[in-house]
């Protein structure tokens, strides 16, 4: 069973920017799709971004979170990027990559399509 682990988080003050990374223990990430998610204190967790395993560069993203941040993946790395800028204070939350072998562009934002999550990143943005 493939084991995510989520890196990247921190602090930093409104506007400024963070680039999370995603790994697969086994190096097996590029045999799968890929999506961030993220769960503020006392909201429901959402979906951020995601990325297809056969990927031309294209992710797909949330409206709140559109322009601003880009999701990529560098296979040879055995990594998924979440690059992050422009943040808001409301951009703060713990952030989870999520894997699945199957995803399908309806599914997108269903967290019950992933099959493996991380144990999350905690990313604060301050006013």
């Known amino acids: 069973q493939v084991q995510l682990v989520e890196s990247g988080g921190g602090l930093v003050q409104a506007g400024g920017s963070l680039r999370l990374s995603c790994t697969a223990s086994?190096?097996?990430?590029?045999?799968?799709?890929v999506a961030w998610f993220r769960q503020a204190p006392g909201k429901e967790r959402e979906f951020v971004a995601s990325?297809?395993?056969?990927?031309?560069?294209?992710?797909y993203y949330a409206d709140s979170v559109k322009g601003r941040f880009i999701i990529s993946r560098d296979n040879d790395k055995n990594t998924v990027y979440l690059q992050m800028d422009n943040l808001k204070p409301e951009d703060t939350a713990v952030y989870y990559c999520?894997?699945?072998?199957?995803?399908?562009?309806?599914?997108?934002?269903?967290?019950?399509?992933?099959?493996?999550w991380g144990q999350g990143t905690q990313v604060t943005v301050s006013s």
């Open positions: 086994d190096g097996t990430l590029s045999t799968y799709s």
């Open positions: 990325i297809f395993r056969r990927n031309n560069g294209y992710g």
């Open positions: 999520a894997a699945d072998r199957n995803l399908i562009l309806s599914s997108i934002r269903i967290e019950a399509q992933y099959d493996y």
